[in-house]
């Protein structure tokens, strides 16, 4: 019974939630950046490389059944999808920062009362008291 309850004060820690959270929405993100890669922006090159499918490039050296097929293009479209999740996720996290920088500003300080403190207020108190 013990291992059981050691698994769930684990399993519900908040850092193990969040991680959790953030595998699940990375997931979905990841599913967006590849849509909009394969849908929007490798059309685009395609276009301007005169319509190559990038994941069709291949390399094939040697001749017959036992030739080796290096499929480089299929590296070229992963590489541009990890770039471009790599950009979103640099720009997304440079937003947070930059509001969590907001939040973190110190408050102007307090401008300094006009006319004497209240420790030169007692010295002067206490040298008026000597004198007496």
């Known amino acids: 019974m013990g291992f059981i309850k050691e698994f769930k004060e684990f399993a ?3 850092n193990v939630m969040d991680m959790a959270v953030g595998v699940i929405i990375g997931g979905a993100f990841g599913k967006i950046v590849s849509s909009m890669v394969d849908d929007v ?17 291949a390399f094939q050296i040697g001749e017959g059944e036992g030739a080796a097929v290096l499929k480089y293009g299929n590296f070229i ?8 999740v790599a950009f979103c996720i640099f720009l997304m ?8 920088r907001k939040k ?3 408050a102007p ?24």
């Open 12 to 14: 519900m820690k908040g």
């Open 41 to 57: 922006l490798m059309p685009l090159v395609g276009m301007l490389t005169g319509n190559v499918d990038f994941t069709e490039l």
């Open 77 to 84: 479209q992963n590489t541009v999808d990890f770039i471009i």
């Open 93 to 100: 996290l440079k937003g947070i920062n930059k509001l969590n």
């Open 104 to 106: 973190e500003e110190p």
């Open 109 to 132: 300080a307090p401008e300094a009362p006009k006319g004497p403190t209240q420790e030169e207020l007692l010295a002067e108190i206490r040298d008026l008291l000597k004198q007496k």
